[in-house]
């Protein structure tokens, strides 16, 4: 068993999802260099195949315990993930990263809303959408359309992503799941990220760095996410995840020298006080990775 699939029960899950999110948006930054190169298909389908490599180096593909009713989510799950990493890095190329993190978090955001059980807990969405709203700074009406329509429909992708993330891995011992749904993402992308890459500056570090940023999303990235929602809630992840926009202003700071206006940063306070409350009460009730843990019964 690998290191990322023996995760203690006693690390809180939300824990493993800021985790996760850090590394994401790690990987979009240094995937900038690499998106000038080969464009943001030709990445997203590299980051995709070297993914492969290193997912099943960890973890052997769950292929016993796979049933026929399990793959409408596997094939789901995994063209959703190709193009929510393709649609985002095509936004990351026209629009700051700050901004686009914050477009696409209103997917999630959505599905927080809508997943609640409670109509006081779409208190804390709200509160996140308005630091997306302060983030995006729509009033200046200098954003790049496509870059925009990219987000929105990573976006989309994300939102169905955290769905079928956490109904694979309520049946899918540790990131097994993962080793599965990412092959089929690689070949759903490949028509439009082979002849990008075909295409594009093939210089001598493109590949060695995609393979560099593949290691930290999908694998360390997607696997922690996929092991923290089996432990929580739809609406704790999802709203837990509006500190995201904030650390994509971050790392888009850090690595790539986008600077917050004085109105962003205001956002981004929205949207952690937002993110820090959603977490209190989000463990699921049920132990998910017992479930999963068990052999799956024939269809």
Do not use: K
């Not at 790690?26 to 190169?37: C, D, E, G, K």
């Not at 500190?243 to 994509?248: D, L, N, R, T, V």
């Amino acid at each position: 068993m690998s290191r990322l699939q023996a995760v203690p029960a006693a690390v809180p899950p939300w824990t493993m999802a800021v985790a996760a999110m850090l590394a994401v948006q790690v990987s979009n930054a240094l995937s900038v260099p690499v998106i000038a190169q080969v464009g943001p298909a030709g990445t997203a389908w590299l980051r995709m195949s070297f993914g492969i490599v290193f997912l099943w180096l960890i973890a052997r593909p769950a292929l016993r315990s796979l049933r026929l009713r399990h793959l409408p989510a596997l094939l789901v799950l995994g063209i959703v993930t190709g193009f929510m990493t393709t649609f985002f890095l095509a936004a990351v190329a026209r629009i700051p990263l700050g901004t686009a993190v914050a477009i696409e978090f209103l997917g999630p955001l959505t599905v927080a809303g809508l997943m609640s059980p409670r109509r006081r807990a779409l208190i804390w969405p709200l509160i996140a959408f308005a630091g997306v709203i302060l983030l995006t700074e729509p009033w200046h009406g200098t954003i790049d359309l496509a870059g925009v329509g990219f987000a929105l429909a990573a976006g989309a992708c994300w939102g169905l992503y955290n769905v079928f993330t956490q109904h694979i891995g309520d049946r899918f011992a540790g990131i097994s799941g993962l080793s599965l749904t990412i092959p089929i993402a690689a070949l759903a992308t490949l028509p439009l990220g082979l002849p990008q890459v075909i295409g594009g500056e093939l210089v001598w570090w493109v590949l060695p760095a995609a393979a560099g940023i593949a290691l930290i999303t999908p694998v360390i990235a997607f696997g922690l996410e996929l092991l923290a929602l089996r432990r929580m809630t739809h609406t704790a992840f999802g709203t837990l995840l509006s500190i995201e926009p904030a650390f994509g202003v971050l790392m888009g700071l850090l690595i790539l020298a986008q600077t917050p206006t004085v109105m962003q940063l205001i956002g981004i306070a929205c949207v952690i006080v937002a993110g820090a409350a959603a977490q209190r009460g989000g463990g699921r009730t049920a132990d998910a990775p017992a479930l999963a843990d068990r052999p799956a019964s024939p269809a």
